[in-house]
């Protein structure tokens, strides 16, 4: 198994839909994280969850939702998306402590909102 | 605030021409990390470095090397005798600890390097 896993690699959406995006690291880190990368922005850091334990949330509308069921899982359930909510979502690991270490990333989710 | 300023968008070079990606930050705690992350066509960012603020030695891994200076607050990247394969999107990376890891991601360079 690689590093930190994500699926579906690509998602297609109506606005109405609802739909789940699944990330599982196999690296024994304690803190995943959640972002977003749109064509003509930088990478847009969501949410952070230490040891399963949510500690950021950066101002990200309601319709996204995360979920970090363990410290090797972590899900972002999508609801009434927008068109510009299109982007590519990565997901990340790292050891938290005691240091800031590197982060590791999957291969992301190419979701299109139609 | 922190604040992370790739200020070269794209860069086209001939494989086996030397490239310095820049990168400049802006941050007013002591103790910070820089990192480097090069993204291929495929997606997946893929780690490259990470210097810490009180490190200033420069580093050189193969055809890599990295110059970071605290006075210029600059953390650049060189590739030396290019490959097509370094061909990819790279990011440079601000990290303070406040809690949480929050990395905050420069705009990218995105690197071609032509046969």
């Known amino acids: 198994e690689t590093g930190v896993t994500q699926t579906p690699r690509h998602l297609v959406m109506g606005m109405t839909n609802k739909k789940s995006l699944k990330c599982e690291q196999h690296l024994g880190h304690n803190a995943m994280y959640w972002y977003k990368q749109s064509a003509k922005k930088p990478l847009e850091l969501m949410f952070v969850?230490?040891?399963?334990?949510?500690?950021e949330n950066n101002s990200v509308p309601s319709r996204f939702s995360p979920e970090c069921p363990n410290s090797s899982h972590l899900f972002l359930h999508l609801h009434t998306l927008q068109p510009e909510d299109s982007a590519l979502y990565l997901c990340?690991?790292?050891?938290?402590?005691?240091?800031?270490?590197?982060?590791?990333f999957g291969p992301g989710t190419r979701l299109t909102v139609l | 605030a922190q604040k992370v300023t790739q200020a070269q968008t794209e860069i086209s070079v001939v494989e086996k021409e030397d490239v310095t990606l820049d990168c400049v930050y802006e941050?007013?705690?002591?103790?910070?990390?820089l990192f480097w992350y090069k993204q291929p066509p495929s997606g997946e960012l893929v780690f490259l470095i990470r210097r810490n603020s009180f490190d200033e030695q420069n580093e050189i891994s193969g055809r890599y090397s990295w110059n970071f200076q605290k006075s210029t607050s600059s953390f650049n990247f060189t590739i030396t005798a290019s490959q097509v394969v370094d061909s990819a999107v790279y990011f440079c990376?601000?990290?303070?600890?406040?809690?949480?890891?929050?990395?905050?991601f420069g705009q990218g360079t995105r690197l071609t390097i032509n046969p």
């Open positions: 969850y230490n040891f399963k334990e949510q500690t």
């Open positions: 990376a601000l990290s303070v600890f406040q809690g949480a890891q929050k990395l905050v």
């Open positions: 941050t007013r705690d002591t103790t910070y990390y």
């Open positions: 990340a690991s790292s050891q938290r402590e005691p240091v800031v270490n590197e982060q590791f």
